[in-house]
């Protein structure tokens, strides 16, 4: 979602989100025939992913348990361990995969656990197109290019707390479509988890909302728009 930072002089165009990012650059002065509300463009890796159960025959997972994958940014923060210890009691139904980032720490004290259930660890990643089309949800922050990615992979989003202001916006939005549940605690993941093993049409449900505000489309038509933009006016355009 839009904020102040955003707002500069000689922007010719603003390419956002959805029509909630389109309301929010109006109020603050933008003029409507300079906004695009299609969609933040991702790597065509998500959109066209590879076969999951392959992914996971690579990895080793289970073909038939909920896949959950942990991601908190490049730095591997967030409540990952207590997460992972609250689902124990979930052991024959779930595994997880966990990128723990430039954080080796991390990747270390989790590399010599045992939760009971299959836990793939590991460190800085350049396939998170493949990690996330083996994974059923994920649980994050709600950083702007992991959401859209995981709006893409059709995977539903378990949110724990992002930075303050920039990613609020992201959760609000996530949250009124459906398409994520926020974690106001990480010993809410149990009840999270639970429901959707007993339940499993519920997590069917959601991704079919996170479908209707998914845009696999936008980096193409982002293309095709700077394409056009700057050949009929026969200048760059600032976007």
Same mark, same amino acid.
């Given at each position: 979602?839009?904020h102040?930072?955003?707002?500069?002089?000689?922007t010719?165009?603003?390419?956002?989100?959805?029509d909630?990012s389109?309301?929010?650059?109006?109020a603050?002065?933008?003029s409507?025939?300079?906004?695009?509300?299609?969609?933040?463009?991702?790597?065509?890796?998500f959109?066209?992913?590879?076969?999951p159960?392959?992914?996971?025959?690579?990895?080793?997972?289970d073909?038939?348990?909920i896949?959950?994958?942990?991601t908190?940014g490049?730095?591997?923060l967030g409540?990952?361990?207590?997460i992972?210890?609250?689902l124990?009691?979930?052991q024959?139904?779930?595994?997880?995969?966990?990128?723990c980032?430039t954080?080796?720490?991390?990747?270390?004290?989790?590399?010599?656990?045992?939760?009971g259930?299959?836990v793939?660890?590991?460190g800085f990643? %350049? %396939?998170?197109?493949e990690?996330?089309s083996?994974?059923?949800l994920?649980?994050?922050k709600?950083?702007?290019?992991?959401?859209?990615?995981?709006?893409?992979?059709?995977l539903l989003m378990?949110?724990t707390n992002?930075i303050?202001g920039q990613?609020?916006?992201n959760?609000?939005?996530?949250?009124?479509?459906?398409?994520?549940?926020?974690?106001k605690?990480?010993s809410?993941?149990q009840a999270?988890?639970?429901?959707?093993?007993?339940h499993?049409s519920e997590l069917?449900?959601?991704k079919?909302?996170?479908?209707?505000?998914?845009k696999?489309?936008?980096?193409?038509?982002?293309?095709?728009?700077v394409?056009?933009?700057?050949?009929?006016e026969?200048?760059?355009?600032?976007?």
């Open positions: 979602i839009p102040w930072v955003w707002v500069n002089r000689g010719d165009v603003y390419w956002v989100l959805a909630e389109r309301k929010a650059l109006l603050m002065g933008i409507e025939s300079q906004i695009k509300a299609q969609g933040i463009p991702v790597s065509r890796q959109v066209s992913p590879p076969d159960s392959k992914v996971k025959k690579e990895l080793g997972l073909q038939n348990r896949t959950l994958l942990f908190s490049s730095f591997g409540p990952t361990q207590m992972l210890k609250s124990e009691p979930f024959a139904k779930i595994q997880a995969i966990v990128v980032g954080n080796a720490k991390l990747k270390e004290e989790l590399g010599h656990k045992s939760y259930f299959k793939q660890v590991l990643v %350049n %396939n998170m197109p990690l996330m083996a994974s059923d994920i649980i994050a709600p950083g702007g290019a992991t959401m859209c990615e995981a709006l893409v992979s059709n378990l949110l992002g303050p990613e609020d916006g959760e609000r939005y996530l949250i009124a479509h459906g398409a994520a549940i926020k974690l605690h990480f809410e993941a999270v988890i639970k429901r959707f093993i007993e499993p069917t449900e959601m079919n909302k996170i479908k209707q505000i998914a696999p489309e936008a980096a193409a038509k982002l293309a095709d728009f394409n056009f933009a700057c050949h009929s026969g200048k760059a355009r600032r976007i």
